[in-house]
Nanobody, 121 residues
């Protein structure tokens, strides 16, 4: 079992930056691939990107490629999503997720409660 808690969301102006954090419980964090998803009102949940357990492999959705960076600190059991050049369409609840696997999947087993990101124009 892995428990995930996101933080760092808030209100930011368009063009600004935000760093989201996701703290995980447990002693085997490095065995888990971590993903970030987001869900805007009235829309389906969208895969934002993911990172492998060792941090060597990352994938990003086209919608955030070049603006988003996912990193992790396995010593702190934490994964991060740095978002730059934010746009109003980035407004959503952002979730982190975990899955024990060697690659970066699109489906995950454990989910956090989410953190709201609102980008004003």
């Amino acid at each position: 079992q892995v428990q995930l808690v996101e933080s760092g969301g808030g209100l930011v102006q368009a063009g600004g930056s935000l760093r989201l954090s996701c703290a995980a419980s447990g002693r085997t964090f490095s065995k888990y691939a971590m993903g970030w998803f987001r869900q805007a009102p009235g829309k389906e949940r969208e895969f934002v990107g993911g990172i492998s357990g060792n941090g060597f492999i990352t994938y990003y959705a086209d919608s955030v490629k070049g603006r988003g960076t996912i990193s992790r600190d396995n010593a702190k059991n934490t994964v991060y999503l740095q978002m730059n050049s934010l746009k109003p369409e980035d407004t959503a609840v952002y979730y982190c997720a975990a899955r024990m696997t060697d690659y970066v999947p699109r489906s995950y087993d454990y989910w956090g409660e989410g953190t709201q990101v609102t980008v004003s124009s």
